[in-house]
């Protein structure tokens, strides 16, 4: 018989941005492993496999071709390549429902059970399934009940591994992750399939920074980070709103309480909101969990961090209204970003998107223009596409325009001339900083009427 080549074989259903940058890094670090990325999306396998991958990610593809072909590999053959694996990892899309129960709050698990029984169907042997998707605090026992329902006396043992990578960073965040969290049952075999995902990543990262607990604590952790990350954002956004009123600037006062070591000063950042596939998506179902449980001061508490967020975007529009005498109508408005973050072209709940459909609604002439983000804007936007423009060059994109918006924190959007952006406007010219990152005082010399995030604003007029 020949020798078996790879130690391991590892398998992750689902090549989005969480299974492509994570398992990439897996192959990468651990040589003696076989790494197979599988997707119903035959498309996007496709681009995995070229050097135009299907997401763009700084570092991504340094990574992806240190390892494809290899020992990473990338198919649609799901059944076959579930029969072959040892541990397979589930990292498929977990959106929030749009119907039935639950609709706009709970987890829509579809995709994720659709993969259960797959699972169920090709195995001819004991696996180790690892929720790496994020979900809702006890579906490991639903997926044990679906998987274990068999007679061939194949067992599965279901662990949840979730991932915390943020996008625009993930190869550094999994390459030096702050913690990686593995949750299984506390039984012989638990603790067993615990200690082999434990194994996987000590290739890597310091044994100490990765944490065990059981499987309950691990689902939920998950959701939980989260939650207290997106609630950072709306209590900064909150007093962002107090210090318009009252002459504070919002930077001062991040500064001010982050230097208390019990506050911290990351992810202190007023914005125009915070946006992203999860942090909604998550906390609406952390809301829907403690409403089922009957924990309703709980679920309440949590659907104002949505709130506020919310709250935080129309308010921008509403102070670009109020700025430009009360009527956009007309005027042209450059949008600078969509994505939701710098450093990627995901634009999954963008800020962007909000205040682009309401700037549309009340008649403004938008352009937008972003690095990585157009594509994806244009199908976000697919229903007005007449009304609005695309512009790769940020400085034809201002031309002729009354307003800028700064909507993402692109560094490209730091360096730019405004001088000559300005020169080319039409005044007066308005800018608003919706993330706080250029120089105000330097555009309010130029000419420009400035209005930043938490900021007094800086007007000629
Ligand atoms: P994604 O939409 O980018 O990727 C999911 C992939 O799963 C898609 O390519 C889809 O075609 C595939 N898929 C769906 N059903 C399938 C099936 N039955 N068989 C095979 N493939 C299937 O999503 P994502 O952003 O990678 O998120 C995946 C999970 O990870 C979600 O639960 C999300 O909450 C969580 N998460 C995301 C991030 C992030 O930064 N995007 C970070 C941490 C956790
Ligand atoms: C977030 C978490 O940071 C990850 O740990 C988690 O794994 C991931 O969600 C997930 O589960 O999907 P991500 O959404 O990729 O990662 O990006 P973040 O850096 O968290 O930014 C989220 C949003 O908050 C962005 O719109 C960002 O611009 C905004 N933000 C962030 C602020 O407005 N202010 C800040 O200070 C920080």
Same mark, same amino acid.
């Not at 995709?111 to 696996?127: G, M, P, Q, V």
């Given at each position: ?13 689902? &090549? ?44 991504? /593809?340094?990574? $992806? %071709?240190? &390892? ?11 059944? !076959? ?23 706009? %709050? ?14 169920? +169907? ?11 998707? !994020?979900?809702?605090?006890? @579906?490991?026992? &639903? ?30 965040? /999994? ?11 506390? !039984? ?39 939650? =207290? /990350? ?15 009123? @009252?002459?504070?600037? *919002? ?14 000063? +990351? =992810? ?10 999860? =942090? ?27 709130? *506020? ?44 998107? @909000?205040?682009?459909?309401? /700037? $549309? ?15 994806? &804007? ?17 400085? %034809? ?29 039409? %005044? ?19 000419? =420009? ?13």
């Amino acid at each position: 018989m020949a020798e078996k080549k790879f130690s391991k074989n590892i398998l992750c259903i689902g &090549a989005g941005y969480v299974g492509g940058p994570t398992m990439a890094v897996i192959a990468a670090k651990c040589p003696h492993y076989k790494v197979t990325i599988v997707d119903i999306n035959a498309e996007k396998i496709r681009q995995w496999q070229t050097d135009d991958l299907p997401i763009y990610e700084p570092g991504l /593809l340094d990574i $992806v %071709k240190q &390892a494809r072909g290899r020992n990473l590999f990338f198919s649609t053959e799901i059944e !076959t390549n579930i029969t072959d694996a040892d541990i397979i990892f589930v990292s498929v899309n977990t959106p929030t429902k749009n119907f039935g129960e639950g609709a706009g %709050k709970s987890a829509d698990l579809q995709y994720w059970e659709k993969t259960a029984r797959t699972i169920l +169907k090709a195995s001819k042997s004991d696996k180790i399934i690892v929720e790496k998707s !994020t979900l809702p605090v006890r @579906t490991a026992s &639903a997926m044990e009940r679906i998987v274990n329902s068999n007679d061939s006396g194949v067992h599965f043992e279901v662990v949840s591994n979730p991932e915390f990578l943020a996008e625009g960073t993930a190869i550094m965040d /999994l390459e030096q992750p702050d913690r990686v969290l593995i949750g299984s049952r506390e !039984t012989d075999s638990g603790r067993k399939a615990r200690q082999e995902i434990v194994d996987i990543y000590a290739n890597w990262v310091p044994r100490e920074r990765i944490i065990t607990s059981n499987i309950w604590s691990s689902e939920l952790s998950k959701l939980v980070a989260n939650a =207290f /990350l997106a609630q950072r954002i709306s209590s900064i956004n909150s007093i962002s709103a107090l210090c318009e009123k @009252t002459e504070a600037d *919002i930077s001062e006062v991040a500064y001010a309480i982050g230097m208390d070591s019990r506050i911290g000063s +990351k =992810f202190l950042n007023a914005s125009v909101g915070f946006g992203g596939s999860c =942090f909604k998506k998550d906390i609406l179902n952390l809301v829907y969990i403690a409403e089922s449980y009957g924990l309703r001061e709980v679920a309440e508490y949590w659907e104002n961090v949505i709130k *506020i967020n919310e709250y935080q975007e129309n308010r921008f529009v509403r102070k670009m209204i109020a700025a430009m005498f009360n009527t956009i109508a007309g005027k042209r408005i450059a949008l600078f970003g969509f994505a939701f973050k710098a450093d990627t072209g995901d634009t999954r709940e963008a800020p962007a998107i @909000t205040v682009t459909r309401k /700037l $549309v609604e009340e008649h403004a002439q938008v352009v937008i223009t972003d690095p990585q983000a157009l594509p994806n &804007a244009k199908k976000d936007l697919e229903d007005i596409l007449d009304r609005v423009e695309f512009e790769p060059d940020p400085y %034809k994109a201002a031309l002729g325009t009354h307003a800028l918006g700064i909507l993402t924190e692109w560094d490209i959007y730091r360096t730019l001339d405004y001088r000559r952006i300005y020169d080319n406007m039409i %005044k007066p010219a308005f800018i608003f900083d919706g993330r706080n990152i250029l120089d105000h005082d330097k555009l309010f010399e130029i000419g =420009f009427n400035v209005y930043p995030i938490g900021k007094p604003a800086q007007s000629h007029i």
